[in-house]
């Protein structure tokens, strides 16, 4: 049943990012009365297709891609669903629903998965490591969005354009204050999830894990990571400054995921 329900909701959420382009693109108000509602749906029946998935497989986080990509779904949903419900900001629902979108689509068609085969990644450790993790990513690609919308509305104003096509941006402050407090949610999750991960590697490869350069290319991260929240709350820095600073950490940790995918600890094997 959980694949049906990942259709279901992959369907819905199809249906609302359809209608939210017309809604905060053509100022339609109606079309967001038909997309908040889709969104909500959706996340519903992903939530549902998420619990069935982990409880057929006997665990309590995704082992394989495939599980990975529907819970990281499921957390970008949840989030474009809070700042919506926290700051109106319906823009974010253009970038969030259609992203969304595209990384359950491999769940939704059914493609196989592959999972963690070795007992020390079966352990409780796991559990704080991936969902840690998966949240810290998903806070991330949100201070992302923010950032961007930010530039864009920025430079707008600076070209004193009227009511035009972009005038369904947020306000400047809002998409400050969405890109500072998701940085300052990443920031736990992604300091638990690294920990946590420590503690797994090093009981199936040994102290070795920290002679792996991309092991240490994730712990510079986290020390980037610090140094931005630093800078940002010891000079009140704001503005395109602190957004240009939140986006090079941004790339930083997907660098440094995409480096760790190559490593045979974050490696997904088909059984």
Known sequence: MSLLWLRVAAILYAVAGATA??????????????????????????LVAVVELMAAAHHLVPLGWVEVQATL???IVAAYLLVYAAYRAAAFGIIALPLALVVMLAPAMGANTGSFVTPEMRSGWLVVHISALLAAYTALLFSLIASV???????????????????WLP????????AYLSLLIGFPCMTV???????????????AYFLDPKVLLSFGMWGLYVLMLLVRRSTGLRGRRA????????????SVWAANQFSSVHRFPVP
Do not use: C, N
Not at 21 to 40: E, I, K, M, N, T
Not at 171 to 178: A, F, K, Q
């Open 243 to 254: 957004i240009y600073l939140s986006s090079v950490v941004f790339l930083v940790v997907l």
């Open 171 to 178: 306000p400047l402050e809002t998409m400050d204050r969405i």
């Open 73 to 75: 779904a499921l957390l």
């Open 149 to 167: 919308l930010y530039l864009v509305q920025e430079r707008r104003l600076k070209s004193k354009e009227g009511v035009g096509f972009l005038a």
């Open 21 to 46: 382009f017309p809604a905060v693109l053509y100022g339609q108000p109606r079309w967001q009365r038909v997309s908040l509602p889709a969104a909500v749906a959706g996340f519903f029946f992903h």
């Open 193 to 207: 999830g690294l920990l946590a991960g420590s503690l797994i590697a090093q009981l199936s490869v040994g102290a």
